[in-house]
């Protein structure tokens, strides 16, 4: 769903959908309400077809209808019957009934499917095949002018909650049924392209009024009318899922012709200043190269961004010779990589954030007419990918590579963003790609598929308020039974705890073996998992544990535990009245070492911390201005200065070099007066010996720190 420290010097910058969608809605269905569409030529099927529904029935009795087409000698529908089984028909006609009972108050899948090549039908429950039959001749859906109905046909109407109701003008394999019933679409394309109808019930991003009776198959212009009678939005934002997955990314096969494609327009024709940055996941390798993505007429102008064939970090402009990296991409392992282009002309490539090479005289990209390619000839995985038409600072890359990004938390200026769970729209400046070959949406709740650390948990601060460790740590560590992982995070700020929020994403065939335990710098410890029994976690465990959460942590509950959910007992009150300052570790324990894994990032957050890098820690105003040696020294590659201002002001906190070269800007603001920690990571420094200076309302003062790598 990562691998050194993240916290930033200063500006660090459910049921639940696309990209953690923390204000994922679903319909309710009371008293007789019902959603209608008028008649359009696609909605009147008269071959093969597939109606799928995620239902949560409150009312355990009677003919309840989830989607009607037509009259009671023609089209099609999908139905409970009042006994509990669900049953597909044509033409006023039962066709095929499940031998499964749909229980009430809990969420449920439901589809049924004809195909036409041999009138055949077929019901899934729950994403398996529950029922078969074939050779109903005669049996297609007739030709009908009625309107679509969700939740209703005459007097007989659904009770209950319903989700992510779609119709498609095939019959669904039951592959892709399981790849995708776990998955919220609003793309009509690629392995998706029959997908006629479908109604997730909210918006594709988190800005403006979350619920929408919106057809979400097509363009965001070219939609479906519908109407809403009387039916009702609940509110599922903020927890873990029952039934739907979320982070997931989009899965390449490595050639040629598995590949998303995006029509040339005035945000991809970079031709200056640039950042592409992305999750990228290599799981091996391939016979072309690995593009994340390129835009580049054959011989001519523009910009390539790739993993080469030595597993680094690539990058051509104007179609001269790729200039790397030095990291290797392992495979198997997330890792977010950016590529930025200056407006001189100088390029960089990051590697979770952090400096991987440096080229001056690069230059910039030319003007094409040609699409931008995603992913063309890549093996494996590609999560959020933004394109930015400006230049992107370490910092601002790095405080971002955690937290998904859409409308609503994007930064200002020409730039896009690429959730890829479930949608082919952008984000961030509204567009859509095309998928091509087998390309298609990873199910990480249904298949083994790892997903990248993203999270969205905007209302807690995670994008500033959490330090955060990128380690790819294996679990276990060794091949021995019982084997332990330790990881640290040291945290210099010395205050009282109240409240602890510990973020965590890992990849792991079977989170039940694992016993998690974090360990605060005085010793006292919280197990958050030990044993915990998941319906479907598959090789995926991202969420934030945390006391304040909407929802507790039980076993056989969860799909999905993004963005974040409460443990049995309380953290807070294992950690409170101690102090935070010191060295947290996290221990991962695999009982049995029986399947293998990643502890692929994680995080702390002390009191609700809206800030990391400059905090102030004290409102009372100092007697002078000084400047502190920072804590640790030496270090590797994080450290702490502490700095007080009697009074506020413009304040400069820059770091040299040994030549007196600037190395880093750790503050430039107004700050008021007080005392602050600021945070310095060096990770992207070699060893050595720097200067640090402090410079504010006339006071100037410098000290010395060793880096050690």
Known sequence: MKKIITILAITLCVYNIYAQMFWNQAAKFENGSYIAGPNTLSLNIVGSLTVEAWVYPTVNSGTRYVVFKGNASNGYYLRINSNGTVSLGTNGLNRITSTAVIPPGKWSHIAGSYDVSNNGYKIFINGLEDASLISIINSAPNTNTDSLFIGKFGANTFTGLMDEVRIWTKAVTPNMVRRSFRTSLSISNGQYVSLLFSMPFQRINSSGTSFTIQDLSLNPISVNPTYNRSVTAVDLGGRPSDYLSSNESLVFEGNNDSYAELPTNTLNSLTGAMTIEAWINITGGSAVNQYIMHKNAPGGNGYRLMVNSSQKLSFSINNSVFNSGSAVIEYNRWYHVAWVVSASGSSSLYVNGNLDAFYGSAGTPAANPEPAYIGRGLKGNIDELRVYKFERSADDIKKCMFESMDDANAPAGDCFVFNFDGSAWAQKNIQVFTLHGNTYFSNTAAFSSSSSPLVRADNINFREGFYKEITYRRIPESNSQGAMLDDSIFIPDNVTINDVNLYLGLNHGAAEQLTITLISPTGQSYQFMSGYISPALGNNFTTIFDDQADSTLTNNRYYNLLPRVKTQGSINSAFSGNSSAGIWKLRINDVSGLETGYLTAWGIQINNS???????????????????????????????????????????????????????????????????????????????????????????????MILIK
């Open 610 to 704: 809206p800030v990391i890098g400059i905090q102030n820690i004290s409102g009372e105003v100092p007697e002078s201005f000084s400047l502190g040696q920072n804590y640790p020294n030496p270090f590797n590659p994080k450290t702490n200065i502490r700095i007080q201002l009697p009074k506020g002001g413009l304040t400069k906190l820059t770091v040299f070099d040994i030549t007196g070269k600037e190395a880093a800007v750790l503050v430039n603001e107004e700050l008021n007066a007080g005392t602050y920690n600021i945070d310095f990571d060096a990770s992207h420094l070699a060893s050595g010996t720097y200067f640090y200076r402090l410079e504010s309302n006339g006071f100037s003062d410098v000290k010395k």
